[in-house]
Structures are given as C-alpha cells and as structure tokens.
C-alpha cells in the first residue's frame, strides 16, 4: 500500500486549502483512512479519520467546524477540507491507511500500519 498526499502549502490565517491522498493497493475501499499532523517539537495527532465506507468519521476537537474529511473509493483518494485555518495549524500533514478491517473505526496513529510521506501546511498572520 502507497500513499501520496499533496495539496499543502503556504496560507494566511483564515484561508482554506485542501489535501488529498492517492492510495495504491489491492483494496482502498476496504482501508480506514486518517490524517495526521506533526508540528515540530510537538508530537503527532490525529486529526481526523473515516470509515473505509465513509459512514463514520472523527474528528478532534480542536478542528470540528473547520475541517471535513471525505473520501473517494472510485478515485482511491481522501480527501481533507481545511477552512478558516489557524496559525497553530501549521504542521506537516500525513495520511495514512488501516487495512486490518477492525469492527471499530481507528483513531489512533499507532493503529494504522500504511503512512504517506506528509505535505507541509503552514499558515501565516
């Protein structure tokens, strides 16, 4: 399983960007996907995730109302919508793919085994 993300870059507070996730593999339909963030010296956290049918998803508190999550299984894509963007915001975004079909959506980094190479988000006053 390959992961690509792209779509980050340089915003002003309050804009809005979108990243996406190209997934190779056998079956992205069937994988829970998630983002994640990293900014530096702090540790990674999730950000959001869904549901390998799109009819769950997560999202942490510091980013409901802001961000939306979606996925695309015709295109193999997640999707992370990211509006009135915050200078804390600022991070390396990653996806990533849990393919173990758990009966309970992942929400935690350590539970997903397939990780993209992340995409620099940076929000600037």
């Known amino acids: 399983v390959q992961l690509q993300a792209s779509g980050g870059g340089l915003v002003q507070a309050g804009g809005s960007l979108r990243l996406s996730c190209s997934v190779s593999?056998?079956?992205?339909?069937?994988?829970?996907m998630g983002w994640f963030r990293q900014a530096t010296g702090k540790e990674r956290e999730t950000v959001a995730t869904i549901r390998w049918s799109g009819s769950s998803r997560y999202y942490a508190d510091f980013v409901k109302g802001r961000f939306t999550i979606s996925r695309d299984n015709a295109k193999s894509t997640v999707y992370l919508q990211m509006n009135s963007l915050k200078l804390e915001d600022t991070a390396v975004y990653y996806c990533?793919?849990?393919?173990?079909?758990?009966?309970?959506?992942?929400?935690?980094?350590?539970?997903?085994?397939?990780w993209g190479q992340g995409t620099q988000v940076t929000v600037s006053s």
């Open positions: 990533a793919a849990d393919a173990d079909g758990r009966l309970i959506m992942p929400t935690r980094a350590f539970e997903y085994a397939y």
């Open positions: 593999g056998r079956a992205f339909s069937s994988y829970d």
